[in-house]
């Protein structure tokens, strides 16, 4: 059973949020975890269970800028990597992140293990939800100690073409030790 573990947050809100968080606050039905432990207990066994990752990034503009863009309020979606639906490659993001470093500020969420971008001079505020190289070491420790099938992406062409930036040869490397 491939979940789709992402998507659980967008544009279509009017806050910011993580779109594939793995972890999340007791209750909280919108993280990997918790869509993983709902279908072991429904009866799916955790070997079946294949997790999902994102290889691109949500977004919102009108962000406001407390917490560094997370859970603030948030209208629409910006332009993305090719249109208006506010979605980016993740190469797309790492390239804005290299070349414009004080423009493109990362954060990291330590509890729920996923990163976030947050530029405050474009869009009245853009914030952007992700997974990088960092999220995926997370997320693949998960898969492993929870004894699932292993991970599933969406979608290979927006990974990044550098070995040492990809989100495939993460998941390899980290599900083949």
């Known amino acids: 059973i491939n979940i789709m573990a992402y998507d659980m947050h967008g544009a279509w809100e009017n806050v910011t949020n993580h779109q594939s968080a793995l ?7 919108l993280t990997d975890q918790a869509a993983v432990h709902n279908y072991i207990a429904a009866g799916a066994p955790a070997k079946k269970l294949v997790l999902g990752v994102p290889f691109y990034g949500r977004s919102w503009k009108n962000a406001g800028s407390g917490n560094g863009g997370l859970n603030q309020p948030a209208s629409g979606a910006p332009m993305g990597s090719y249109d208006d639906t506010g979605m980016f490659d993740y190469k797309d993001i790492q390239s804005r992140l290299a070349s414009q470093p004080s423009v493109y500020i990362r954060h990291w969420d330590d509890s729920a293990k996923v ?11 853009t914030f952007i939800t992700y997974d990088d190289v960092s999220s995926i070491h997370e997320k693949t420790a998960f898969v492993r100690s ?5 991970v599933m992406f969406w979608e290979l062409s927006g990974d990044s073409r550098t070995p040492a930036d990809s989100l495939l040869y993460t998941i390899h490397d980290d599900m083949t030790k």
């Open 146 to 150: 929870s004894a699932l099938g292993g």
């Open 115 to 125: 990163p976030w971008v947050y530029d405050a001079r474009d869009n009245n505020g």
């Open 23 to 29: 972890y999340g606050a007791a209750g909280d039905q």
